[in-house]
């Protein structure tokens, strides 16, 4: 079901909603993209759609719903070997390495997982060092 959500069109309208000023809106959209998320071909059609910047921006909210749910998009967006270099070009890896601090035990872990998934890229290790995971 999650694929045939998806090539209905879902992800346009779910980004759309993801950065409403309603974040009771904001929370059901990212939860479903979570829930999407955890299918192969969504991982790429989410990063193809422009859903990075809106997860970037999702990670950064002070929203803690939100914010809990874009965590789980990016670390099963980081999975994907094609994401991986894009995730960090747009912006995650900084509030990635903030939620290592999260009072959260659950946001600490997937935040943790998903920068270890992106350390897998070569490209990705001097970035994640530089912007001081380490």
Known sequence: NQNKIVQEGALPPLLGLAQSPKVAVQEQAVGCLRNLSVSPENEVRIVQDGGLPVLVSCLKTEE??????????VRNLSVN??????????????????????????????????????????????????????
């Open 64 to 73: 803690k719903a939100v914010r809990e749910h874009a965590v789980v998009v």
């Open 81 to 134: 070997p094609d994401n991986k270099v894009r995730i960090v070009q747009e912006g995650a890896l900084k509030p990635l390495i903030g939620m290592l601090a999260s009072k959260n035990a659950m946001v600490q872990e997937q935040a943790a997982i998903a920068i270890r998934n992106l350390s897998i890229n070569p490209f990705n290790e001097a970035k994640i060092v530089q912007e001081g995971a380490l």
